[in-house]
C-alpha cells in the first residue's frame, strides 16, 4: 500500500508540474498506470475513475488521459459529468473532453439537464462548447423545457441550443408541443424565455380552439 501511494504521487506531481492549465487534475480510481515517451505521457484510470478539474467533476468507468498539458480526457462506462459552474449534469456511455477549449464531444446516446434553464435534452451526438453556452446536438434529439403552461418538447434531426440567449434552431423533421398545439416545420426557432415560435419551409399544426 505505501508503495502504491509513493507511485501515485509521484504521478500527480508529474501532473501538476506538465500541466500549464489554471485547473489541475485531481482524480482516483481502482488502477492507474502511466506510459511515457520523450514529452508524451499518456494515464490511464481504470476500474472506476473520478477527476475534478475545478468547476467540473467527472465519474467513468476508465479515463485516459493525453496531451501537452493533460488536456484531453478520453472517457468511457456510464460516464457522468457535473459543471458546477454552469448547473449541467450529463450522462452518456463515452466522451471525450477537452479542458484547453473547454469543449465535449459525445459520439453515442446522451442526456443532459440544464438547472439555469430549466431545460432536459437528449440526443444521439453532442458537440457542446461549455464557455461558449453552445449545444448542438444531431440524431433524434430533443429538448424539453418547463413552462408555467407544462412542457415544451422540441425534437429535430438537428438542434442548436444557445443557453446564454434561451434559443433554439430546429432543422430537420422539426416539431413542437405545446400546450395542447402542435407545429411541424423544416425549421423552427424558439425563443424559450419570450415563449415565441418561428417556422420556416413547408409547416404544418394542429392548434386547439
Known amino acids: 500500500m505505501k508503495r502504491k501511494r ?20 485531481t482524480f482516483s480510481s481502482g488502477s492507474t498506470s502511466m506510459q511515457m515517451k520523450g514529452d508524451s505521457r499518456v494515464v490511464h484510470l481504470t476500474n472506476g475513475a473520478s477527476i475534478n478539474t475545478g468547476d467540473v467533476e467527472i ?11 493533460y488536456s484531453n480526457l478520453e472517457c468511457d462506462g456510464k460516464v457522468l459529468i457535473n459543471d458546477f459552474k454552469h448547473r449541467i449534469t450529463i450522462h452518456s456511455t463515452s466522451l471525450i473532453y477537452n ?20 431545460v432536459a435534452a437528449s440526443a444521439a451526438w453532442l458537440d457542446f462548447n461549455m464557455d461558449g453556452g ?42 413542437v408541443n405545446w400546450d395542447g398545439n402542435s407545429y411541424n416545420a423544416n425549421n423552427i426557432q424558439v ?8 417556422m420556416v419551409g413547408e409547416i404544418k399544426g394542429n392548434i386547439k380552439n
Open 134 to 175: 453552445i449545444l448542438k446536438m444531431q440524431i433524434r434529439a430533443k429538448i424539453i423545457k418547463k413552462t408555467e403552461k407544462g412542457p415544451m418538447i422540441c425534437r429535430a434531426d438537428n438542434i442548436i441550443f444557445n443557453r446564454d440567449n434561451s434559443t433554439l434552431l430546429l432543422n430537420g423533421n422539426s416539431s
Open 191 to 198: 425563443d424559450l424565455k419570450s415563449e415565441e415560435i418561428k
Open 6 to 25: 509513493i507511485a501515485l504521487l509521484a504521478l500527480l506531481t508529474c501532473i501538476y508540474a506538465g500541466s500549464a492549465l489554471a485547473d489541475n487534475i
Open 59 to 69: 465519474k467513468a468507468q476508465t479515463v485516459t488521459i493525453t496531451g501537452k498539458n
Open 99 to 118: 479542458r484547453e477549449t473547454q469543449n465535449i464531444i459525445v459520439d453515442g446516446w446522451i442526456e443532459l439537464q440544464d438547472l439555469n434553464n430549466e
